[in-house]
């Protein structure tokens, strides 16, 4: 009996300190050198500072910016530390509400035009950095009226943007908003009064 207690004890010490100290940091050194800039959490930098992460949504409000898609992710959305869905099912009162809301809200900025689902419907996590090549479309009259720029003009910055399907089937076309308002704001910037 003591014989085997001993085993299990040094047992769980040599798993714990393999399992749950050298392998994690060799994992994290052999990917820090293969892969430092998806290792570090592909964090963008703009002048010194870290502006946000290609992988993780942010709000983006006025009108001079494509908006990203909607987050459920904690209180006030996009809280890395808490990414979640809403949860509410299809026949959820709250959510039909919500969606009529956005939708009628969207087909006021383009009436007529049919709204993408992914500008008035949540993702699973909360926090996906990228919407639909439609949604980005739909929002090109606002953001090149509010830029100072002919439509086509903005379609091609969203065009560079738009990745396809990883390995050429695996997911759909994508466009990373943040990417987009960076080059935007880089190449057109908005004046004062319409960036407020």
Same mark, same amino acid.
């Given at each position: 009996m003591k014989k085997n207690l001993i085993t299990a004890v040094l047992m769980t010490v040599a798993t714990t300190v393999l399992l749950g100290i050298v392998y994690p940091l060799v994992v994290t050194v052999i990917a820090r050198v293969i892969f430092p800039d998806k290792a570090s959490g592909q964090l963008i930098q703009r002048d010194g500072k870290t502006v946000g992460s290609r992988i993780i949504g942010q709000p983006f409000t006025g009108p001079g910016y494509f908006h990203s898609?909607?987050?459920?992710?904690?209180?006030?959305?996009?809280?890395?530390?808490?990414?979640?869905?809403?949860?509410?099912?299809?026949?959820?009162?709250?959510?039909? +509400?919500? *969606?009529?809301?956005?939708?009628?809200?969207?087909?006021? @900025?383009?009436?007529?035009?049919?709204?993408?689902? +992914?500008?008035?419907?949540?993702?699973?996590?909360?926090?996906?950095?990228?919407?639909?090549?439609?949604?980005?479309?739909?929002?090109?009259?606002?953001?090149?009226? @509010?830029?100072?720029?002919?439509? +086509?003009?903005?379609?091609?910055?969203?065009?560079?943007?738009?990745?396809?399907?990883?390995?050429?089937?695996?997911? @759909?076309?994508? *466009?990373? *908003?943040?990417?987009?308002n960076l080059e935007l704001d880089a190449v057109h910037p908005m004046n004062k009064r319409a960036a407020k």
């Open positions: 898609r909607l987050s459920a992710a904690g209180t006030n959305g996009y809280d890395a530390a808490n990414s979640a869905g809403s949860n509410l099912g299809p026949t959820n009162k709250a959510l039909i +509400d919500r *969606v009529r809301q956005s939708a009628e809200s969207l087909q006021a @900025e383009n009436p007529g035009k049919p709204v993408p689902v +992914d500008l008035v419907t949540t993702s699973a996590s909360g926090l996906d950095p990228e919407i639909t090549p439609a949604a980005a479309d739909f929002q090109v009259p606002r953001v090149a009226r @509010e830029r100072g720029i002919t439509e +086509d003009q903005l379609q091609r910055f969203v065009a560079k943007h738009t990745a396809g399907r990883q390995a050429g089937f695996l997911g @759909e076309a994508r *466009v990373n *908003v943040l990417e987009l």
